[in-house]
C-alpha cells in the first residue's frame, strides 16, 4: 500500500539526549514536511523540503535538524537544545507541484521527554 | 499575527442537525484551500478541498469567500462518527507548506 510511515509510534527521551524521528513515503512525492501539534494546538511547522538534498526552516526550527539524501525519506532529530520536545510530531508530504495538492500525514510520533 | 483563525468550539449538536465553521485566512495570495479532519490522537486527514466555485461532497459543503477572505463547511444531517476536530487549511501560494488553523472541536451528541 502506498502511504507515509512513521516510527516510532510513541518515544522517551531522556532530558539532554538526541532522538530521530523516522518519515518514509512511497507515494513518489517531491515535497516532505515535518509538523509538530501540542494539545489543543493547532500544527506548526518545523521543518520542509521541497527536494532532494534541499531543505527550509519552519516558524519552529530551533532545536530540530533534518536530512533529506533520499527523495522517500525526510528523518527529524530533536536535539538536546530543544527545550520542550514533548508533544506529538507529523510527517506530511504532497506532490509539491503548484495549485491544489493536499498533503498527506503519516500517523505520528508522540515523544515524551522523561 | 495568525494566518488561519478558526473558532475553537467545542460546537455540540443533536444528531441530524446541521452546523456550519467558518474560517478566516490572513494571506490575500494563498491559493489552495482545504478542509481536514482530525479524530483524537490521530493523524488529520483531508475531508476535501476547497474550490472557487464551492463544492459539495455528500453532506458536507463547502465555500471559499476570496473577497472577504473567509471559507466555510457545512455539514448537513449530523452523525455521531461526525465528531472530530476540523481543521481549517491554506497554501499561500505555489509549491508552500500548508498553514493550520487550531481547529473547530465537533461532538454530536445522540
Known amino acids: 500500500d502506498g502511504g507515509i510511515t512513521q516510527s516510532p509510534k510513541y518515544l522517551f527521551r531522556k532530558e539532554g539526549q538526541n532522538v530521530t524521528l523516522s518519515c518514509e513515503q512511497n507515494l513518489n512525492h517531491d515535497a516532505m514536511y515535518w509538523y509538530r501539534q501540542d494539545p489543543g494546538q493547532g500544527l506548526r511547522l518545523i521543518y520542509y523540503?521541497?527536494?532532494?538534498?534541499?531543505?527550509q526552516k519552519g516558524d519552529i526550527a530551533e532545536g530540530y535538524s533534518v536530512s533529506r539524501e533520499k527523495k522517500e525519506s525526510f528523518p527529524l532529530t530533536v536535539t538536546s537544545a530543544q527545550k520542550n520536545p514533548t508533544a506529538f510530531y507529523l510527517c506530511?508530504?504532497?506532490?509539491?507541484?503548484?495549485?491544489?495538492?493536499?498533503?498527506?500525514f503519516g500517523q505520528g510520533t508522540r515523544l515524551t521527554v522523561v | 499575527r495568525k494566518e488561519v483563525e478558526q473558532d475553537p468550539g467545542p460546537f455540540n449538536v443533536p444528531e441530524g442537525a446541521t452546523v456550519a465553521f467558518n474560517c478566516t485566512y490572513s494571506n490575500s495570495a494563498s491559493q489552495s484551500f482545504f478542509w481536514y479532519r482530525q479524530d483524537c490522537r490521530k493523524e488529520p486527514k483531508l475531508l476535501m478541498s476547497v474550490y472557487s466555485s464551492g463544492n459539495e461532497d455528500g453532506r458536507f459543503t463547502a465555500q471559499l469567500n476570496r473577497a472577504s477572505q473567509y471559507i466555510s463547511l457545512l455539514i448537513r444531517d449530523s452523525k455521531l462518527s461526525d465528531s472530530a476536530t476540523y481543521l481549517c487549511?491554506?497554501?499561500?501560494?505555489?509549491?508552500?507548506?500548508?498553514?493550520f488553523g487550531k481547529g473547530t472541536r465537533l461532538s454530536v451528541i445522540a
Open positions: 487549511v491554506a497554501r499561500p501560494s505555489g509549491n508552500t507548506p500548508l498553514v
Open positions: 523540503s521541497q527536494i532532494v538534498n534541499d531543505f
Open positions: 506530511a508530504s504532497s506532490t509539491g507541484g503548484f495549485g491544489n495538492t493536499e498533503a498527506f
